[in-house]
């Protein structure tokens, strides 16, 4: 099982970012996708997550209003588009599949490698 993050960069406070998860390896009908972040010396922390049908939504409180999760099934690709970022929302951002249908919960079976986010002052 692959889950290829991408489109981490660098951006301006208030700018936008759209991160992407391909998925590959095995079918994910029936699993959670979600997003955590982590900045070095904190913990990981989960940002958003969503059941691969589609139906079901989670955000953490940080990121509402401003985040929004989504999945193509045709392409098997989870996206994050990240809009008004702050410097805060720095993070190395990771890409993370758990058996469903519990969106948010202590384990997670597969996880990408992470994309860096950087948002400048």
């Known amino acids: 099982v692959q889950l290829q993050a991408s489109g981490g960069g660098l951006v301006q406070a208030g700018g936008s970012l759209r991160l992407s998860c391909a998925a590959s390896?095995?079918?994910?009908?029936?699993?959670?996708m979600a997003w955590f972040r982590q900045v070095p010396g904190k913990e990981r922390e989960v940002v958003s997550a969503?059941?691969?049908?589609?139906?079901?939504?989670y955000y953490a409180d940080s990121v509402k209003g401003r985040f929004t999760i989504s999945r193509d099934s045709v392409k098997n690709t989870v996206y994050l588009q990240m809009n008004m970022l702050k410097p805060e929302d720095t993070a190395v951002y990771y890409c993370?599949?758990?058996?469903?249908?519990?969106?948010?919960?202590?384990?997670?079976?597969?996880w990408g490698q992470g994309t860096l986010v950087t948002v400048s002052s």
């Open positions: 390896g095995r079918t994910f009908s029936g699993y959670v």
């Open positions: 993370t599949a758990r058996r469903g249908p519990v969106l948010v919960g202590p384990r997670y079976d597969y």
């Open positions: 969503i059941r691969w049908t589609g139906d079901a939504t």
